[in-house]
């Protein structure tokens, strides 16, 4: 037993250095972790993707105005969600559509920015939200909406509460109303699809601009962007456009001039003359003797047969005088 005490002390030692360590080391709290905006944007895209919708683009200025309401949300309601229609309203009472405009995005018409909003748990998993939390008919119509154009998300997490905020772009010049959907217009957009005119013989497409007809709605028929018709029409970046407007889609060729020939007159062909032989001057000269003699060769030849003659003269005369004196 004595020789066990000292080390029943020294265990004791141990075992108290242990508790102790235990509260002076810290606790590291489990932080939750909300999904990103750009998550939330998958996860509706797969969502319109599952009713046979096509898949939204994200735009960089409603992703900032989303994102602006999910921190003014967050900031000013903790963790205590506010109403449905409170949620909707931003700093000094702005609506989706003001916001969207404040931080650049332009707004053309016939284009509303919608929005969805929710203050939840963190532990909310997408799916639950998009379809639970978002599952009434106006927030899923929101997101299946068949004319909606161009998407955006912001996510701020306060606490254990996460706000989320989703805008969507929907051109009511193309779509029918609904019910449950507020147009900021006189009088009721209806469908009016875009009949791509015919190119004139020049190469040109003119777009006559029906009622109800918007630039977005043009543009996506005819494969060129808003920016291009706008260019190629003078309109400012807020210019609207109205029934009768004639809008150039695409300009007249600029025919390649073509190069006029000349006719250069070509020099006149000089006959070459073939060289010739003296057996063919003689040939050809139908000329007398006397001719001949006249030239300078007949002269020689002249002289020469005189001196013969003369020679032969001589020769005869001298043998006649010879044989007469024998």
């Known amino acids: 037993m004595l020789c066990i005490m000292p080390h029943m002390k020294k265990i004791r030692i141990i075992l108290a250095l242990i508790a102790w360590s235990c509260f002076l080391i810290p606790?590291?709290?489990?932080?939750?972790?909300?999904?990103?905006?750009?998550?939330?944007?998958?996860?509706?895209?797969?969502?319109?993707?599952e009713?046979?919708?096509?898949?939204?683009?994200?735009?960089?200025?409603?992703?900032?105005?989303?994102?602006n309401q999910a921190t003014y949300l967050?900031?000013?309601?903790?963790?205590?969600?506010?109403?449905?229609?409170?949620?909707h309203l931003g700093e000094g009472g702005s609506d989706a559509?003001?916001?969207?405009?404040?931080?650049?995005?332009?707004?053309?018409?016939?284009?509303?920015?919608?929005?969805n909003w929710a203050g939840v748990d963190a532990s909310t998993?997408?799916?639950a939200l998009l379809k639970s939390t978002w599952g009434d008919a106006d927030n899923t119509g929101l997101m299946l909406n068949e004319y909606a154009t161009q998407i955006g998300a912001g996510v701020a997490l306060i606490d254990n509460m996460v706000y989320y905020v989703l805008n969507i772009a929907v051109d009511y010049s193309v779509s029918p109303t609904s019910s449950t959907v507020?147009?900021?217009?006189?009088?009721?957009?209806?469908?009016?699809?875009?009949?791509?005119?015919t190119p004139n013989a020049d190469g040109s497409i003119i777009h006559i601009v029906e009622k109800g007809q918007a630039l977005w709605s043009i543009a996506i028929t005819y494969g060129v962007t808003v920016d291009q018709i706008r260019i190629l029409n003078n309109l400012s970046a807020n210019a609207a456009i109205y029934e009768g407007d004639h809008l150039i889609i695409r300009p007249a060729y600029t025919a390649t001039p073509t190069p006029i020939p000349t006719n250069t007159p070509m020099p006149p062909t000089r006959t070459p003359i073939p060289p010739q032989t003296p057996q063919a001057l003689k040939t050809q000269s139908n000329g007398s003797l006397l001719d001949t003699v006249n030239g300078s060769g007949g002269?020689?030849?002249?002289?020469?047969?005189?001196?013969?003659?003369?020679?032969?003269?001589?020769?005869?005369?001298?043998?006649?005088?010879?044989?007469k004196k024998g």
């Open 51 to 67: 009713n046979g919708l096509k898949e939204l683009p994200t735009n960089v200025y409603l992703m900032a105005a989303a994102q």
């Open 27 to 49: 606790h590291t709290a489990t932080k939750a972790n909300a999904s990103s905006a750009y998550d939330l944007i998958v996860a509706v895209n797969s969502f319109r993707y």
């Open 74 to 87: 967050a900031s000013t309601y903790g963790a205590t969600p506010p109403g449905e229609s409170e949620g």
């Open 97 to 115: 559509t003001d916001r969207a405009v404040q931080v650049g995005y332009v707004v053309i018409t016939g284009v509303q920015i919608r929005e």
């Open 182 to 197: 507020t147009v900021k217009t006189t009088e009721t957009p209806g469908v009016v699809p875009v009949a791509v005119s």
């Open 299 to 323: 002269r020689e030849i002249l002289g020469i047969a005189l001196m013969v003659i003369c020679g032969a003269c001589l020769a005869y005369l001298i043998y006649t005088m010879l044989r």
């Open 125 to 127: 998993a997408l799916d």
